[in-house]
């Protein structure tokens, strides 16, 4: 009898072990790397309207509605860094309503769509905040000093 205890309580350590061993494996390959989504060489500055604006865990994303050069209205996502780090920055989804006028400086992703990482974002009253937190991310002059 007290070998299958023995048995059955090793059984019951390799379970706990494995399965946390399996959760902590699927949150180090659900972040991404800057790298492995945007383009370092492709830098811009996107003027627009907020449309939504998602503060979560791990990256908080904005949408903005951009006047694109023939007319049209294109939704355009910008990642930005987690929200308690945006916190401390001052900037909080309260301060993006939907309608609030923004700068938006970032870098384009690879994928060719309508969405990029943003480095920081100028409201129409001049502040301006550093969004970003990707740690290899390569920094950019604020939104709207860029040249």
């Known amino acids: 009898m007290n070998k299958l205890n023995n048995f059955v309580s090793l059984k019951g350590t390799l379970a706990v072990i494995t399965t946390g061993l399996l959760l902590s494996a699927q949150n180090v390959t659900a972040h991404h790397a800057f790298s492995a989504e945007f383009d370092a060489l492709k830098p811009i500055e996107i003027k627009g309207v907020v ?40 900037l909080t989804k309260t301060v993006l309503p939907s309608g609030t006028e923004v700068v938006i400086n970032g870098y384009l992703s ?13 409201l129409a009253d001049g502040r301006v905040f550093q969004t970003g937190g990707a740690q290899d991310a390569p920094a950019l002059p604020a939104a709207g000093t860029a040249n």
């Open 51 to 90: 449309t939504k604006a998602e503060w979560v865990n791990p990256h908080s994303w904005v949408y903005v509605d951009v006047k694109e050069a023939d007319g049209t209205v294109s939704n355009w996502g910008f990642e930005f860094g987690a929200p308690f780090s945006l916190k401390q920055k001052g």
């Open 110 to 122: 690879k994928n060719g769509k309508k969405f990029a990482y943003s480095t920081s974002i100028k």
